[in-house]
């Protein structure tokens, strides 16, 4: 499996690349408002893109669409987003790409339609999951509980040995594993929503308090 993690530009944005050696087809996730780099990929490695996958429908992760939204390219995102996606994702569907298995996760919360994308060990968790943080949950199409059921109940049943990619690059490394965030990311340590509640809202002195950058 080829997997790259690529600069989308935007608010320290992630794209990402997931190819198959045999069939040289790929699947692009989360193209941003900056595709220079995600393109010049599928390029370099001779790709030919089969899904352009969106982790959820905020525009950072979803303006460079139409740059790989051509002829036979299938866009796949959650069924209610509203991307008008052509491929409309369950919790547990399964995309193939060639050789490699895509399998979704719905983890709504930090957006209504958000879910996570799981390849080969491979977890791009978008802005449900941040290494050493998580994304906000009081804006529009929001919901903090649904947000402490995905974290809680979806993503972390997953096994330690999980990596996890998120959507932007605001932790201290550009990538982790569950096993990692499961006892270094403080919102994934609460013992009950209340607490996780509280952090949200007191996280700023929490930084402080911790010694957080
Ligand atoms: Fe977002």
Redesign the pocket.
């Known amino acids: 499996m080829i997997f790259e993690q690529i600069d989308a530009g935007g608010d320290r944005n992630f794209s990402y690349l997931i190819g198959d050696e045999e069939s040289h087809l790929c699947a692009v996730v989360d193209p941003g408002y900056d595709t220079s780099k995600l393109e010049a990929r599928v390029k370099d490695l001779g790709l030919t893109v089969a899904y352009i996958l969106n982790t ?1 429908t ?1 525009n ?2 979803t303006a460079g669409n139409g740059v790989f939204h051509t002829g036979a390219v299938k866009l796949a995102a959650y069924k209610d987003a509203r991307v008008h996606p052509d491929v409309h994702l369950n919790h547990g569907d399964v995309i193939q790409v060639g050789t490699q298995r895509i399998e979704i996760l719905f983890t709504p919360g ?2 209504v339609d958000a879910i996570c994308i799981l390849v080969n060990g491979k977890l791009m968790t ?2 449900t999951l941040f290494v050493g943080c998580i ?1 906000g949950s009081f804006a529009q199409g929001a919901n903090t509980e649904n947000q402490f059921h995905s974290l809680y109940d979806v993503i972390m049943k997953l096994d330690d040995s999980v990596e996890v990619y998120p ?1 932007h690059d605001y932790g201290p490394t550009p990538s982790s594993t569950i096993g990692h965030e499961r006892v270094h990311n403080p919102f994934l340590t609460r013992s009950n929503f209340q607490e996780f509640v509280w952090l949200k809202e007191h996280w700023d002195e929490y930084k402080v308090e911790h010694g957080i950058p």
């Open positions: 959820h905020h950072d992760h930090h957006y978008g802005d994304g959507g």
